[in-house]
């Protein structure tokens, strides 16, 4: 889909430890690239910054889980007075991304790669089987391409 038919992108960004992330600007990039190929229409996405003890509290209380992970998303999948749909809320680990600093552009990038994952799974996407995960990593790595202005290895 042309990106001139997307209608619009709230993106409401909160942080459950008290610290910044990346800017506004580059998330709401990577958002609206992930969901290029979703119905036009205005969407709403809440992400959340979170530590290793929030993450792990979370995993625990909503999947039953011990241990934290990267990213949970939590889909809505609502339409909210005055036209929006509410996809969902994002979960992302700040401290799972300063472990994989390294790997893909600092931790911001490494941010930015969870924001959009879970995004992606809000919207559809899968990544259980190879070629799922396959399908679903090119969206996300394109995405983030998109935002950061570069590549994303």
């Not at 209608?7 to 958002?31: E, F, M, N, Q, Y």
């Not at 229409?41 to 990267?70: P, Q």
Request: glycine share 12%.
């Amino acid at each position: 889909m042309a990106a001139g038919r997307r209608k619009g992108l709230t993106l409401s960004i909160r942080s459950l430890d008290g610290k910044r992330g990346p800017a506004r600007s580059v998330l709401r990039k990577a958002v609206c690239s992930a969901l290029e190929a979703m119905p036009p229409r205005r969407y709403a996405v809440e992400v959340a910054y979170a530590d290793d003890d929030i993450m792990d509290s979370l995993n625990r209380r909503f999947h039953g889980r011990d241990g934290c992970t990267d990213v949970l998303a939590f889909p809505s999948h609502q339409e909210l007075p005055g036209g929006e749909y509410l996809l969902g809320e994002v979960v992302v680990n700040r401290d799972e991304a300063r472990r994989h600093d390294g790997e893909g552009g600092g931790v911001y990038a490494e941010l930015v790669r969870y924001v959009v994952h879970g995004v992606l799974h809000m919207a559809g996407y899968d990544d259980a089987l190879p070629e799922q995960r396959e399908r679903m990593w090119h969206v996300q790595e394109e995405a983030i391409s998109a935002a950061l202005g570069k590549g994303s290895e």
